[in-house]
């Protein structure tokens, strides 16, 4: 342990949670948030899942929104570490009402029919709440003129800028916000209603005061507990030091992957290593030949800054499980995850990107092509750890991400295809095709890469190569689709490019 940590470790930790100080200094390591939740009282969080599909544990944490602020932020509570939040603030459900006065959300979900056996409401309600709060909510009014063009009686009529498949209201609420949140019995048209009926935020509502003030800042600390230890470094070179005396140690950044683990196969680590709030991770920087992405900035804050810049991106965000999960999940957790189905690695693979990985002995720039190296295997050594992701830019001007699951939204890839590449004089140039789902791991369809590069554009040349496609990787059949499905979707894909994509 640093002298900082040990320091650290002295101080009594808590989470302030509905505007109380909830003493956390006795949990262990893997205590989830949930679980310390219901078992302090406040049992509106509920555990429908314990794998951040149903949404019913959502709550709302503070967090930096760039701009000297705090943005509220929906997230699964079943998939974070209690210890995680230490120094920071929660809202459940519970916390929103204003004494006996309802929050407006409260209100509108119970005008409006939207709860029946209640066991999702409060998961709702916390979701709705934060883009309630969202502070580039825009009404369609304020967008194109429109007053009504997200609601359901104008659904034909929504302009492409004001609506996403029809899913903007006209107080400007993206219904994507509820993505995560599953319901079973009251059925979504009232819960919709609910979420397009909330006007604007009054100006002496205490939680809008709140997002003007900073964020609070989380300070480093050791929690140690016989049932495993828990730390939140001071520094990236504090995290190195931990991480090389205990190389079974987890590294932590928004736990969707963590959380899993631990309710499905009840893994415990001597030691989680917290990053996500480390500086030198959270990084985002355009140098003269790359943008660099820190390894620990959410999904959703990488989304938020990129604003679009980069388009291949863009098509993954909306497509990348929910947005509770995207407001936690990173591109350094599901890289080093090494899952073969993981929709972050094919779109990286189309990018060229490479990873920066550091350890005490310093950093090395390793091609994302040549990361993996088995099923859930990679160079990776057990002292190092992703630091950040490099993109080459500029980016190719032509590319799709295609995404294959038995749901349009929320879903795990059957197969993933992500294709990039220049067109110059009509000849295809700089190809590059990342594909998950067809292999042990993510992988580089470089035969079919091969079958494009410096070809006509032409039906011709991407039939050829929509057959050369179609045998890449080893599929398998499984309880998601067969190898031969799998393949002849791979194979599509291609094809679909080349319908989809015009030089």
């Known amino acids: 342990m640093t002298d900082t940590a040990a320091k650290a470790s002295t101080r009594k930790l808590t989470v302030r949670v509905n505007e109380q100080d909830l003493d956390v200094s006795g949990v262990a390591g893997h205590t989830t948030t949930l679980n310390f939740l219901r078992d302090s009282g406040l049992t509106g969080v509920k555990e429908g899942c314990a ?14 929104d760039g701009n000297g602020g705090t943005q509220w932020t929906s997230v699964n509570s079943c998939l974070i570490p209690v210890a995680a939040l230490s120094d920071q603030e929660v809202y459940t459900s519970e916390g929103l009402a204003d004494g006996d006065k309802l929050h407006p959300v409260q209100h509108e979900m119970a005008m409006r029919g939207g709860s029946q056996c209640g066991y999702c409401t409060p998961g709702f309600v916390a979701s709705m709440a934060a883009e309630y709060y969202r502070p580039q909510r825009r009404s369609c009014a304020d967008i194109c003129g429109s007053q009504s063009c997200g609601s359901p009686e104008n659904l034909e ?4 800028q004001c609506a996403t498949d029809h899913e903007l209201g006209a107080n400007g609420f993206d219904l994507h916000a509820l993505s995560g949140n599953l319901c079973r019995c009251t059925g979504y048209r009232p819960i919709r209603d609910a979420a397009y009926a909330l006007g604007e935020v009054p100006t002496d509502d205490r939680m809008a005061k709140r997002r003007g003030q900073p964020a609070p800042t989380a300070a480093p600390f050791q929690l140690q507990h016989a049932e495993g230890d828990f730390v939140r470094p001071a520094s990236l070179s504090d995290a190195l030091d931990h991480l090389a005396g205990e190389p079974e140690a987890v590294l932590l950044a928004g736990g969707t992957d963590w959380g899993v683990e631990l309710a499905i196969k009840h893994s415990t680590a001597p030691l989680t290593i917290a990053l996500d709030q480390l500086d030198e991770l959270r990084t985002l920087t355009q140098a003269d030949d790359y943008l660099e992405i820190g390894a620990s900035l959410t999904l959703s804050e990488i989304e938020h800054r990129l604003e679009g810049d980069i388009p291949l991106l863009a098509e993954l965000f909306p497509q990348f499980a929910s947005r509770l999960i995207r407001n936690g999940a990173t591109f350094g957790g599901n890289i080093a995850t090494g899952s073969p189905i993981g929709d972050g690695a094919p779109v990286l693979l189309a990018l060229d990107a490479s990873l920066v990985l550091a350890s005490q002995g310093g950093e090395r720039v390793v091609p994302l092509s040549e990361y993996f190296t088995g099923y859930r295997a990679s160079v990776r050594e057990a002292d190092e750890l992703i630091r950040a992701i490099r ?4 980016v190719a001007p032509h590319a799709r991400f295609y995404k294959i699951a038995k749901r349009r939204f929320d879903d795990i890839s059957s197969v993933a295809v992500a294709i990039s590449m220049q067109v110059s004089d009509g000849q295809i140039r700089d190809v590059r095709i990342g594909v998950g789902g067809v292999a042990a791991t993510p992988i580089r369809a470089t035969d079919a890469e091969s079958a494009l590069e410096g070809k006509e554009w ?10 050369v496609m179609s045998e890449v990787g080893t599929p398998l059949d499984d309880h998601r689709a067969s ?11 291609i094809l679909r490019f080349f319908a ?3 030089p």
């Open 391 to 394: 993109i080459p830019t500029p």
């Open 500 to 502: 989809e994509v015009t």
């Open 458 to 467: 032409s039906h011709e040349t991407f039939a050829a190569a929509a057959q």
């Open 51 to 64: 794998e951040g599909e149903c949404g019913a544990c959502a709550v709302l944490v503070s967090r930096p």
């Open 157 to 160: 009529n929504s302009p492409a």
């Open 483 to 493: 190898a031969a499905y799998r393949s002849a979707t791979a194979a599509q894909s």
